[in-house]
């Protein structure tokens, strides 16, 4: 995985995926502080006002949402990081069948070690090989077939006429 030198390897799945991770982690630090506030005015002697309960609540959990703020990137990083083992292996995949499509040869699947769907690669490469020998045929069988249409109007120009 490090020798990737793109940051982003496929920018929709990716960013999906990062937009996914940052809903569900400004969800979970409202979920936090909605408790916070929520447990400020059920168990605070006195009853506070809402205000005053936000303004405890965020004053207690101060510390802990700066350190949320402040491990985001570190969590997005790694995010992407993930994302690259099964991200790059589609990117490939994606690339050799469009090779392939456009008639080309393109070379065996192979992916970085850590990458995820491994197995895939090895299913493929059995199918390439399949395709690479059913092309090969297929040549082969043009082959004879210009052959035998040559020989063919060679015997036709060759034979008398009646």
């Avoid at 499509?101 to 299913?123: C, H, I, K, M, V």
């Amino acid at each position: 995985m490090s020798n990737r030198r793109r940051f982003l390897v496929d920018r929709p799945v990716q960013f999906a995926i990062i937009r996914r991770m940052l809903v569900h982690w400004c969800l979970a630090i409202l979920t936090l502080m909605v408790i916070g506030v929520f447990v400020q005015l059920a168990f605070t002697p006195d009853g506070v006002s809402l205000t005053q309960a936000i303004a405890r609540s965020y004053a207690a959990q101060g510390p802990l949402l700066a350190l949320m703020f402040v491990l985001m990137p570190v969590y997005i990083w790694d995010v992407v990081k993930l994302s690259h083992r099964f991200a790059g292996p589609m990117l490939r995949l994606r690339a050799i069948m469009s090779e392939l499509a456009d008639g080309g040869s393109a070379t065996q699947l192979r992916f970085r070690p850590g990458d995820f769907w491994q197995e895939t690669a090895d299913d493929f490469n059995r199918f390439y090989d399949a395709h690479l020998a059913l092309k090969d045929r297929c040549t082969e069988l043009e082959r004879r077939l210009e052959r035998y249409e040559r020989d063919e109007e060679v015997a036709e120009e060759a034979a008398p006429v009646s």
